[in-house]
């Protein structure tokens, strides 16, 4: 909201990552939230990333959805850790 609708478009590449390493640098945890799918937004997240947090319901069958699939298959260099909600 900060930086505008038009804030994901390709011409504002260099703004919106300028912006992004601002918060980095002010803050010592930054938490992105990715999109169910995989959008432009959920790349950008899993490429800023140090640790991916995959979460899920612990009292539900376990099934990968399109992203874990992509995780599970890409070598991703971020730890990933899967927190299990019940």
């Known amino acids: 909201a900060r930086l505008g ?3 994901l478009d390709s011409i504002q590449e260099f703004r919106l990552s ?3 390493a601002q918060q980095e640098d002010a803050h010592r945890i930054v938490l992105y939230q ?6 432009p937004w959920t790349v ?3 490429r800023q990333a ?3 947090l995959i979460v899920g ?4 069958e376990p099934t ?3 992203l874990e699939q992509m995780l599970e298959n890409t ?3 971020a730890l990933k850790q899967l927190v299990l909600l019940h």
């Open 64 to 66: 990968l959805g399109q």
């Open 44 to 46: 950008r997240c899993l």
């Open 18 to 20: 300028g912006w992004l």
């Open 57 to 60: 319901l612990g009292d539900q």
């Open 5 to 7: 609708a038009s804030a």
């Open 75 to 77: 070598a991703v260099r």
């Open 50 to 52: 140090d640790c991916i």
């Open 34 to 39: 990715t999109d169910a799918s995989l959008t």
